[in-house]
């Protein structure tokens, strides 16, 4: 079946870590993303991962993959006010050429 | 490179009405891919296509279709407008040879309010 889940609020004190995570059910699916969005605005491809990987780094991002678990985990780390937006964990569903399937979204909010 | 385009970015219009939105992908890509976003049903598919045919679609409405022109732009079009069709049109491009592609980029999308 096709379906994403993710928790819906996080909320986090500037410089921390963030971690954010998603659930999903295709274990055929060959790529896994996360998207950001912040107000009014389009999705803003963040990173994805292959599924035959188990991490991904780049620069302040860690993606984390339990393949077995069918589950995935977005760290953001010295958490910025200016990363205070909606994160979208997505895959490719694997019948579907470039059909991504999204979770609800986690709401990330950052305070002083 | 230019990011991908959608226009217009607001559109007002009232039930019964037809839209069409416009999306132009990033140079090179030959995928666009329509997607809905409401507060209740979160990010939903509308179709595909590439290389000016449809590989796949949705589950909506026969009043959603959409086509892709050989600069690879693309046009959606929604019929007979109902309040429920309110929500933000994004358009993804990715350049795909055949099956998934792993980097899909969205436009700003198109907010369509139905009155």
């Known amino acids: 079946g096709e379906d994403v889940e993710q928790s819906l609020f996080l909320s986090v004190r500037e410089g921390d870590s963030s971690v954010i995570n998603c659930t999903y059910t295709?274990?055929?699916?060959?790529?896994l993303y996360w998207y950001k969005q912040e107000p009014g605005a389009g999705l803003q491809l963040l990173t994805y991962?292959?599924?035959?990987?188990d991490m991904k780094q780049d620069q302040r991002l860690t993606v984390l993959l339990n393949k077995k678990d069918k589950h995935l985990s977005l760290r953001i780390a010295d958490t910025q006010t200016g990363d205070s937006a909606i994160y979208f964990c997505?895959?490719?569903?694997?019948?579907?050429?470039?059909?991504?399937?999204f979770g609800a979204g986690t709401r990330l909010a950052v305070h002083p | 490179k230019a990011g991908v385009t959608q226009t217009p970015r607001y559109l007002i219009k009232t039930r019964g009405q037809q839209v069409t939105l416009s999306c132009s992908p990033i140079?090179?890509?030959?995928?666009v891919s329509w997607y809905q976003q409401t507060p209740g049903q979160g990010l939903q598919f509308l179709f595909e296509?590439?290389?000016?045919?449809?590989?796949n679609k949705g589950n909506f409405p026969g009043r959603f279709s959409g086509r892709q022109f050989s600069n690879s732009r693309s046009e959606m079009n929604v019929s007979t407008l109902e309040l429920g069709d309110s929500a933000l049109y994004l358009c993804?491009?990715?350049?795909?040879?055949?099956?998934?592609?792993?980097?899909?980029?969205f436009g700003p999308g198109t907010r369509l309010t139905v009155t």
């Open positions: 993804a491009s990715s350049f795909s040879a055949g099956g998934g592609s792993y980097e899909q980029y």
């Open positions: 295709d274990s055929s699916s060959t790529y």
């Open positions: 991962i292959f599924s035959n990987m």
């Open positions: 997505a895959e490719i569903f694997s019948g579907g050429y470039n059909k991504l399937i």
């Open positions: 140079s090179g890509h030959r995928s």
């Open positions: 296509y590439f290389s000016e045919t449809q590989r």
